[in-house]
């Protein structure tokens, strides 16, 4: 698979301020990657950086095979998508997506064709006469998309394009960004702090957390095998369960919870006495009758969507459950619980790193 987009040993300081540190990151040609990580983990810098909004301190960034790292924005060849449309009020659809072709001299009967043909691959043919006033926020978003498409750029680079959209509307959207990526044969590169636009959208997920990447590979990958707690609890949607255990004689642990400690056999691959975490998903715990499960729980709050139900219990650490469907529990009931073994993951209690 050709590389279209190489980082190497990318570092980026703001002053004292670390952001990126020593950054190794490969984006096959034509492929979806998806940046994602908290607030201040660097996702953001990352982009602006292979835009060139921001200078990098050290490393180099290569586009297509050339390296680019000392060139200006206008010389890169990629188009950017930001979360604020950052589209022209007083020019019409039309004239905000053929800007920059009229700014490199792009004759006015090309740049007219050019908009149409866009303007039908993303359903804006009947508002090119509009102004971004009279648009809706996904109309907008549109444009800013099909502006960045007129271009033919060798990458499309989005900042947070959702972000401003309602919930029903950042769905339909996300649906829409991926399947004019599949019809462009793009490479696009998607920074988000939702972890479900990255597992729905792209091909491949990044994971970053102060200026580090955690792991990065396919999101299923990441889903069934995190690297550690960190991206365990951030991949998965609601987050993944932790409970302190102990590893017992053979390689068993013990975990204090519920109505007492039980012992899980699985192999922990730590000596006895060792402190670890077992990670369970809301969705891989089973509610049962009381004493029909591995444990019992108290019961402190339940929601109901019609189609699935949230339970949290009252134990500590509380744990999350989600059942398909409606479950009669109620506050303050006790219900069992239970779990298949090889849905369980094990970490270090200090270092968080997978075992």
Known sequence: MTKQIEFTGVNKHYGAYHALKDIDLSIDKGSFVALVGPSGCGKSTLLRSLAGLEKITAGDISIAGEVVTALPPRKRDVAMVFQSYALYPHMTVEENLTYSLRVHGVAKAERRKAAVEVAATTGLSDLLHRYPRELSGGQRQRVAMSRA????????????????????????????????HDRLGA???????????????????????????????RPLDLYDKPANKFVAGFIGSPAMNFLPATVVDGGAVTINIGNGPFNLAISAVA?????????????????????????????????????????????????????????????????????????????????????
Request: hydrophobic share 45%.
């Open 149 to 180: 498409i007129i271009r033919n750029p060798k990458a499309f680079l989005f900042d947070e394009p959702l972000s401003n959209l309602d919930a029903a509307l950042r769905v339909h959207m996300r649906k829409e960004i991926r399947a004019l």
């Open 187 to 217: 490479t696009s590169v998607y920074v988000t702090h939702d972890q479900i636009e990255a597992m729905t959208m792209a091909d491949h997920v990044v994971v970053l957390r102060a200026g580090v990447i955690e792991q990065q590979g």
């Open 271 to 355: 000596p006895a006495g060792a402190k670890v975490l077992i990670g369970i998903r809301p969705e891989h715990l089973i509610l049962t009758a009381p004493g029909a499960g591995r444990f019992d729980v108290p019961i402190a709050f339940t929601e109901s969507t019609g189609s699935t139900t949230f339970v949290t219990t009252a134990t500590i650490p509380e744990l999350m459950v989600v059942e398909t469907g409606r479950r009669a529990v109620a506050n303050g009931d006790r219900a069992g619980l239970s779990f298949a073994d090889a849905s369980v993951h094990v970490f270090d209690a200090e270092t968080e790193r997978r075992l």
